[in-house]
């Protein structure tokens, strides 16, 4: 019998012949050899990762059919998150399957939700082009479920990815791997404890049908997945939803493959850790405890709390305004709804540990931002705005993880984001630690970004340890702040006898 081949089985052979294991790194011992695992050892040092890396502030917006109940159906609420309202049990499946005819956002203006999101200080938009219902925001010529079916009728995708990029926002596509809606889609069987331990015995499907249609399944990914590549050019990379499923996992190889085809044709492409796993069933990490893909995405909704937990690697964390609500829910009063200076010490506690932040919107049914979330952003822009320097760009400090708030770096500058004001009105600041013989850190000058004026800094004295500590002065014009505000300091180090000369130079 002489099999058929297609392009993508021949480049998926090339690949599994093509991947060799990683060359073993420094410090790591009793590596397993591994086809579908990392395929680098560290992070990115491209331009386009590079670019990634200094966005600071991201925004999410999840939008869908699931808007128009928005967490509501026959007088009665769920407090399901929204983007799910199909497993709530309040609506039928007919009866979701069917809120497309009714899907016509009159009141959608992509140019408007950019220029928000502009303000607000996004640097990178990620959007869903379609959640787990399975509905296209694009017009796909896979599946008639799709926004060209609808009384809308208008590709949304690409309004958003003109809008923004126009902005100067850079797209990344959000993409659900599961799919309520293709008659191929299959979650897999439950992962046991067991499956874990033996993963090469863990078999996905009951039968020989589903896993036969689970293949059409596959090849429409694939497909959905090439076709928003071609048609949205602009787009800087993917964000996988969805991918935990046993079906999904079991596919390790394929997935690969598929990773390095989309590569292929959109170089500089930026895949999150949750497209795949490897052939051991590990995600996000493989294996060896090396990072799958591009950056660490495990951190939805929860930041680290230290650099040590980042593991080194790129990462974000994507996180809503209420808690639990992705799309739009018509009552916010179920949760805890954050405010904006909840979210710009996220913001600046993600960048204090090398990552961003992205905070997600859920527009209604019409098409509108929730007056809610258009004035948290505002106020979230304003302070970007006159701060953005302590963000943009700005990295893991130097200095120790203080009460006060968080330290940020960035050409020479360490920025001092202070959220919580001493009742002293003196900012104390433990010096770091040199790495060179009888040299120090010194605090050389101290600039209120508020203001513009100079700090003037007292000596703070020294503990048991020997570590040195700083006071700065807080004037009054600081101290009736009722917002975070911006310390920029010059540190210098400086042998220890100019230390002392330096030290008794304070005020």
């Not at 093509?18 to 009793?30: D, E, H």
């Amino acid at each position: 019998m002489i099999m058929k081949t297609t392009p993508f089985l021949t480049f998926l052979l090339c690949t599994l012949l093509s991947v060799q294991s990683i060359a073993q790194p420094a410090g790591k011992t009793n590596r397993i050899p591994l086809k579908h695992g990392a395929h680098r050892i560290g992070k990115r040092t491209d331009p386009d990762m590079q670019r990634w890396r200094e966005y600071g502030l991201g925004q999410f917006i999840h939008w869908g059919i699931y808007a128009i109940p928005g967490g509501q159906w026959n007088g009665k609420t769920s407090s399901y998150a929204a983007e799910w309202f199909r497993s709530s049990g309040l609506i039928t499946h007919e009866e979701y399957d069917n809120l497309y005819k009714n899907f016509n956002p009159k009141h959608f203006d992509a140019t408007r939700w950019a220029k928000q999101a502009k303000q607000m200080g996004a640097r990178y938009l990620i959007f869903t082009t379609k959640h787990h219902d399975g509905f296209c925001l694009w017009p796909s010529k896979y599946t008639n479920y799709t926004i060209a079916n609808t009384p809308y009728g208008k590709d949304i995708v690409k309004q958003i990815v003109d809008a923004y990029t126009a902005e100067g926002i850079d797209v990344y596509l959000y993409f659900s791997i599961i799919d309520w809606s293709h008659a191929g889609y299959h979650p897999g069987a439950p992962i046991t404890a067991a499956d874990r331990l033996n993963w090469a015995g863990y078999t996905a499907f009951d039968n020989e049908e589903d896993k036969a249609r689970y293949e059409t399944f596959k090849t429409f990914t694939r497909n959905q997945l090439i076709e928003l590549l071609t048609n949205y050019p602009e787009a800087k990379g993917l964000w996988f939803d969805g991918s935990w499923e046993g079906a999904w996992i079991k596919e390790a190889a394929w997935a690969d493959a598929l990773g390095e085809e989309l590569r292929a044709m959109h170089p500089g492409l930026i895949i999150g850790s949750r497209f795949r796993a490897d052939e051991n069933g590990k995600r996000h990490e493989d294996t060896n405890g090396d990072l799958i893909d591009d950056y660490d995405q495990r951190f939805e909704r929860n930041l680290p709390n230290t650099l040590a937990q980042t593991g080194g690697n790129d990462w974000d964390c994507v996180t809503t305004i209420p808690e639990n609500q992705w799309g739009y829910h018509r009552d916010w009063s179920l949760t805890y709804v954050k405010t904006p200076y909840d979210l710009i010490e996220m913001t600046v506690k993600a960048n204090s540990l090398n990552g961003n932040l992205v905070i997600n919107f859920g527009p209604d049914g019409d098409g509108n931002i929730r007056p809610e979330e258009t004035r948290i952003a505002r106020e979230t822009g304003r302070w970007m705005a006159a701060n953005g320097d302590a963000v943009y760009g700005a990295h893991h400090s130097i200095l120790e993880k203080q009460d006060w708030g968080y330290a940020t770096e960035k050409d020479g500058t360490t920025y001092l984001t202070v959220f919580n004001k001493p009742v002293n009105n003196l900012l104390r600041v433990k010096a770091p630690r040199s790495t060179e013989k009888d040299q120090v850190y010194v605090i050389q000058s101290a600039r209120f970004r508020t203001t513009g004026k100079t700090a003037a800094i007292k000596d703070g004295g020294r503990d048991k340890s020997g570590a040195v500590y700083y006071d700065i002065v807080l004037p009054a014009e600081i101290r009736k702040l009722e917002e975070p505000f911006v310390i920029e300091l010059k540190l210098k180090q400086v042998s220890q006898k100019e230390k002392a000369a330096y030290q008794q130079a304070l005020t």
